[in-house]
């Protein structure tokens, strides 16, 4: 098998890994949107990764879906709207036995990628680490996390498991990695649709901390009734202190809505609301700032789905 890493997605934290991984001598490939995306990485030549005051450069292959030559390993580092459609591209080049690494936010883009790529094998990860780009090509580290990696069909830990330690790319093989991604998804509806709402950074929550309780009690609550009750122990707590924790950021969303840039509330409010009405759980709440987060994106001609 093949040991090259097919990244899909030259955002943040698809550049973070690829300049990461290249750094230690593995081979890694740059699989880009489409040939003008690519003209212009070639005329670049390289990614440049900013740690602190340091500057590091790496000329990376890349290339288009189109190319030839199979793909044995891929990281899914796009956002979660663009992995299915991302993965049904390469379909013609998936080895069989493939391994899909998917870097989403929320939920469920991983099921929308396994339906499209059914003979693959799909490892969830679940990142704390932060990074954004500062230009074209040019990523900086901006926080220092954690990754959680793991399969729910499957519990083996894949054979480049260590290519991650090697890279530096701190990480974990979790037997409980849709705890870990139902409590993520919790901590980003209780926090970043309020931050787009209330146009604040993350400690601007500390001036509305009784919507955030009363989002953090349903989220609890559902969390409990569809299966996860672990992921809804102290989540009150875990939402406050994320929220002191990150006080001078800006969250995700924020940041996509800023931009003029497509959300993901497809795969963060709008899976807690569409996971209630399956389970019968009453979340009046999530479903008002559901509609008010729907309405806001509208009123700034962007999608709402």
């Known amino acids: 098998m093949s040991s090259t890493w097919h990244i899909l997605g030259a955002g943040s934290l698809g550049s973070l890994w690829a300049c990461r991984l290249a750094r230690t001598g593995k081979a890694v490939r740059l699989i880009l949107r489409d040939e003008r995306r690519l003209a ?64 989403q936010n929320g939920l469920g883009s991983q099921d ?14 679940s990142s704390t680490e932060g990074a954004f780009r500062e230009d074209d090509w040019q990523v900086r580290f901006a926080g220092h996390g954690f990754n959680w990696l793991g399969d729910p069909a499957n519990p083996a830990l894949p054979a480049w498991f260590d290519d991650l330690h090697d890279a530096g790319i701190p990480a974990q093989w979790s037997l ?33 901390l009784g919507e955030v309780e009363a989002l953090g009690a349903e989220l609890a609550e559902l969390l409990r009734r569809c299966g996860q009750p672990e992921a809804a122990l102290e ?64 009123a700034r001609g962007l999608p709402s789905a």
Not at 50 to 71: D, K, L, N, R, Y
Not at 112 to 125: G, S
Request: proline share 5%; glycine share 6%; with cysteine.
């Open 40 to 103: 212009d990485y070639q005329a670049a030549g390289r990614l440049t990764l900013v740690e602190q005051a340091h500057t590091s450069h790496f000329a990376i292959p890349a290339e288009t879906a189109g190319a030839a030559g199979p793909i044995h390993r891929l990281l899914v580092a796009c956002k979660a709207y663009d992995a299915a459609p991302g993965v049904a591209q390469l379909l013609p080049r998936l080895a069989p036995g493939a391994e899909l690494v998917l870097l």
């Open 112 to 125: 929308e990628v396994a339906e499209v790529a059914p003979h693959a094998r799909c490892i969830f990860a």
């Open 176 to 208: 409980d990695i849709l705890t870990r991604l139902w409590r993520k998804l919790a901590l980003n509806c209780a926090i970043n649709p309020l931050t787009v709402l209330h146009g604040c950074q993350n400690g601007g929550l500390l001036g509305h």
């Open 235 to 298: 989540l009150d707590e875990e939402i406050q202190r994320v929220i002191l924790a990150t006080a001078a950021n800006y969250s995700s969303m924020y940041q996509d809505v800023r931009a003029s840039r497509r959300t993901e509330i497809h795969y963060l409010l709008g899976h807690a609301c569409r996971t209630a009405a399956r389970h019968g759980v009453a979340v009046p709440g999530l479903e008002q700032l559901h509609r008010r987060l729907v309405d806001s994106l509208t």
